[in-house]
């Protein structure tokens, strides 16, 4: 089962900062967030991903609540192409291997 | 960039048919996966591969082989196709340190009649 929640749907005007939740509060220590985009039809989109300290790349920032149980990723200028389903993920390490563990994200609209 | 390819775009295939779906990645990355993306179900992991001829099963294996003899390849293979099987198929690749990403193909949609 995904070791996230995140809300099945929001909408944000073009132009605002988009503000996507996502609860994680089995997470564990060494355990990472990352967050991925699906536009329709194509295949997932790495974004971001932290551990604890907050993280800003040129798509997105990350920020990630002191006691690690919950985060929030923002686009901080939406623009109609950002319209997607966001996914938060908490990165398992198997025994042989890494895998993601996909939920079923949050669709983001985004309109004019 | 990164490029991971998936050889077919669409597939159509009957039931009962042995179908093989191709992945390939540009960059020497050690991981290799395929999901599959269905309505409502989400991504799930079929399959996971750490090295050449390594693979190890991921929630649903079931009625699904993979082959991995060259680093860049990762194919999915259905034995015999069946309508529960028609679905959107995703292969990704990753390096073996632990906090890399994974790259995604566009995905292969299939339909089995």
């Known amino acids: 089962d995904a070791k996230t929640t995140q809300p099945p749907s929001m909408d944000c005007a073009e132009g605002r900062a988009a503000n996507l939740p996502c609860n994680h509060s089995?997470?564990?220590?060494?355990?990472?967030v990352y967050w991925y985009r699906q536009i329709h039809s194509q295949g997932p989109q790495y974004i971001i991903h932290?551990?604890?300290n907050n993280e800003t790349n040129e798509m997105a920032s990350l920020i990630i609540t002191e006691d690690r149980k919950s985060s929030t990723l923002i686009l901080p200028h939406a623009t109609l192409r950002d319209t997607a389903v966001y996914y938060c993920?908490?990165?398992?390490?198997?025994?042989?291997?890494?895998?993601?563990?996909f939920g079923k994200g949050t669709t983001l609209s985004v309109s004019s | 960039d990164v490029k991971v390819t998936q050889s077919s775009r669409y597939l159509v295939k009957r039931t009962g048919e042995k179908v093989f779906l191709e992945c390939v990645q540009d960059?020497?990355?050690?991981?290799m996966f395929w999901y599959r993306q269905d309505p409502g179900l989400g991504l799930r992991l079929i399959y996971f591969?750490?090295?050449?001829?390594?693979?190890e099963k991921g929630d649903i294996p079931e009625g699904y082989s993979v082959s991995r003899e060259k680093k860049e390849r990762f194919s999915l293979i259905l034995e015999s196709a069946s309508t529960n099987q028609t679905s959107m198929y995703l292969c990704?690749?990753?390096?073996?340190?632990?906090?890399?990403?994974?790259?995604f193909g566009n995905g292969t949609r299939l339909t089995v009649t």
């Open positions: 591969s750490y090295d050449v001829k390594m693979k």
């Open positions: 960059m020497d990355h050690e991981n």
């Open positions: 932290g551990l604890k």
């Open positions: 990704a690749s990753t390096t073996a340190v632990y906090n890399s990403p994974l790259h």
């Open positions: 089995t997470i564990s220590g060494n355990e990472y």
């Open positions: 993920i908490v990165r398992v390490l198997n025994q042989a291997g890494t895998a993601l563990i």
